[in-house]
């Protein structure tokens, strides 16, 4: 057989399938994979804290925080425990069960921030919430040590298909990424790993992003998928919105072809319907960030959460 006859894993033809059939039958599929494995009608509230805002050295093409780009985001450096400790209590008071602190970094760039972070994630595990960090590419010492230190899970997306992927980053390649995931899962902490929608990638690449999660050596505990939020400044700044039932339908196959995982609704909620969002839900969704605010963007503030969550009557995980 000739060398360049790429012979396509049956795992993608299966999600292609799943993905391709009529809308209703999956997010039907997807709803019954869904009460199998976790609490129907449930969702965990998550809240997000920028812990170092902006100058990133990166150059993620949808990335606000990126230095590259002229997007006049706020910077700021890693706060005190007793800042984060406040922010904490207060998203624990609003209902959130997790409690994320994302920085701006290719890398940790020091020892001495290194060691703050491991100190601020004490902080939030002492106020008996899940405690995530997401601050670029660790090694497994730096895992080791956070794991340590009583950290749950470590965010690090591959944000996309492999093959789309040198379209978006070129600073870092997505070996580096599975490096880093490896070193998480390595130290037993849960990895937390998933992408962005709307960079322009096609729906076979959607396919493709989703075969690869499924077929990490560890496959994630927890994927957010984010709609892209364009922000001006960025080269993605022009993309249009992500159709929804484009949307829905990613979420139901990740639903169906990693039941057990945690799916995250992310990025991109101030802009969708109160239908679309609980379209989501129907189709295996069962996690959202709340506050004003992700990291630099604009989200549904707690009041527009609680109003949609009463209209559903769907109540957040305890
Ligand atoms: N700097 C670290 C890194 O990239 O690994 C952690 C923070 S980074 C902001 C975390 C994730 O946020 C990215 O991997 C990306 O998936 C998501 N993200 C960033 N900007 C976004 C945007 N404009 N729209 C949607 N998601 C975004
Ligand atoms: C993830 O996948 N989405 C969150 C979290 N992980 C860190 C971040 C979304 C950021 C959206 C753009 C912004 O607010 O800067
Ligand atoms: Fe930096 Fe992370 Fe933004 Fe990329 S996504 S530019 S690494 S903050």
Known sequence: MPTEVKIESNLLQQIRDCYRQPFLDLVFQAQETHRRFH???EVQLCTLA???SGNCPEDCAYCPQSARYNTGVDTWDLPTLDEIRQQAQEAKANGSTRFCMGAAWRTPPHQKAFN?????????????MEACVTLGMINAEQAQALKEAGLTAYNHNIDTAPSFYPEVISTRTIEDRF???????AAN?????????GMGESVEHRLEFIQTLCEMDTPPESVPINCLVAVEGTPLADQPPVDPFELVRTIATVRVFLPETKVRLSAGRLTMSDETQALCFMAGANSIFTGEKLLTTNNPGMN????LLAKLGMTAQQ
Not at 189 to 196: M, W
Not at 304 to 307: F, K, L, T
């Open 304 to 307: 527009r959460d609680q109003e």
């Open 39 to 41: 609490p129907r009608n």
């Open 116 to 128: 703050h972070v491991l100190e601020m994630v004490k902080v939030v595990v002492a106020e008996e």
């Open 179 to 185: 490096e880093t995931l490896k070193n998480v899962a």
């Open 189 to 197: 902490i849960q990895v937390c790993c998933g992408g962005i929608l």
């Open 50 to 52: 920028n812990i170092k």
